[in-house]
């Protein structure tokens, strides 16, 4: 049985391992990833799916600004084991995400998919249009939802990173950084600055 619950210290290395099998190198080469860069997800919003002690899924959420200093969250990555999709993990990691970003008080839920598969959780490009990333990205991809009316009203340029620096929590958790960093520097050689 499948179990959503908050990341823990012992999940980091699995998850990584997991968001490795679901988007290879490319994950490091996205504009997403600028704004995950030596950054914690906001707090209280970083999931896994766990089937016993199994990691089968992850979704997190970061704190960003959109340009003029609208406040909101950026979700992503979103995996799932590949022996475990097609059953609705990814969706229940959308919705707790989501539903716990509502509950925290956020106005606005921002990401890069396919408008087909978000569109259900109430994601559209209605409000993204004069918004953009730090690089290259597909602007038909830039989806948001708002969980407050009119959270993203004027939002507009570029969506920078917010909250929490990796460096200024000591908890396991937040210390992938070491990690991350020397498997992103070994995958891409010079290409990963």
């Not at 190198?25 to 030596?38: A, F, G, I, Q, V």
């Not at 022996?83 to 839920?109: M, N, P, Q």
């Amino acid at each position: 049985m499948i179990h959503i619950r908050q990341e823990r210290a012992a999940d980091v290395d699995a998850r990584e391992t997991l968001l490795d099998q679901a988007f290879g190198d490319t994950r490091y080469r996205k504009s997403s990833e600028r704004l995950r860069e030596n950054r914690l997800p906001a707090e209280g919003l970083a999931f896994i799916a766990a089937d016993g002690k199994q990691v089968v899924g992850t979704a997190r959420l970061w704190n960003v600004t959109c340009g003029t200093g609208t406040r909101a969250l950026l979700l992503g990555p979103v995996a799932v084991s590949e022996t475990r999709r097609g059953e609705g993990i990814g969706a229940d990691l959308v919705r707790r995400g989501v539903r716990e970003a509502k509950r925290l008080g956020y106005g606005a839920v921002i990401l890069v998919g396919d408008a087909p598969y978000y569109g259900r959780f109430g994601f559209t490009a209605e409000k993204t249009g004069a918004l953009w990333m730090p690089g290259p990205f597909e602007r038909h991809r830039l989806l948001a939802v708002e969980l407050a009316p009119g959270a993203l009203n004027g939002a507009r340029g570029m969506i920078s990173p917010a909250g929490r620096p990796q460096t200024a929590v000591a908890s396991k958790v937040a210390i992938a950084a070491p990690h991350q960093r020397a498997r992103r520097a070994q995958r891409l050689g010079s290409h990963a600055a």
